[in-house]
Nanobody, 122 residues
Framework: VQLQASGGGLVQAGGSLRLTCASS????????MGWFRRAPGKEREFVGR???????YYADSVKGRFTISRDNAKATVYLQMNSLKPEDTAVYYC?????????????????WGQGTQVTVSS
């Protein structure tokens, strides 16, 4: 499975961005997909995930502002980010699990995209 994340950029606080994660190769439509981020000088952290059935789970820091969705026909997962804050600035990574369901641990995800930079200015 190869994952390609895109859609990052520079946005003002309060703005929105939509990240896209396209899968190729052996598709991951039957597996959970996750989004993680790494801010400068910080550890990688879980953002949210969507199971194969469409069930979602989010970190408290983004709950109510971020939404994950997936289009299995296109082997694509989206991260809609609204009401962005400067503390959301990070490199965002999509990841594919190896089972239909997954949680928030990075170890549950086997395949990772290259990351896309999101910068939120104050």
């Amino acid at each position: 499975v190869q994952l390609q994340a895109s859609g990052g950029g520079l946005v003002q606080a309060g703005g929105s961005l939509r990240l896209t994660c396209a899968s190729s190769g052996r598709t991951s439509s039957n597996n959970a997909m996750g989004w993680f981020r790494r801010a400068p000088g910080k550890e990688r952290e879980f953002v949210g995930r969507i199971n194969w059935s469409g069930g979602t789970y989010y970190a408290d820091s983004v709950k109510g502002r971020f939404t994950i969705s997936r289009d299995n026909a296109k082997a694509t997962v989206y991260l809609q980010m609204n009401s962005l804050k400067p503390e959301d600035t990070a490199v965002y990574y999509c990841a594919s699990g190896i089972r239909p369901y997954a949680g928030w641990e990075a170890s549950e995800y086997r395949y990772w995209g290259q990351g896309t930079q999101v910068t939120v200015s104050s």
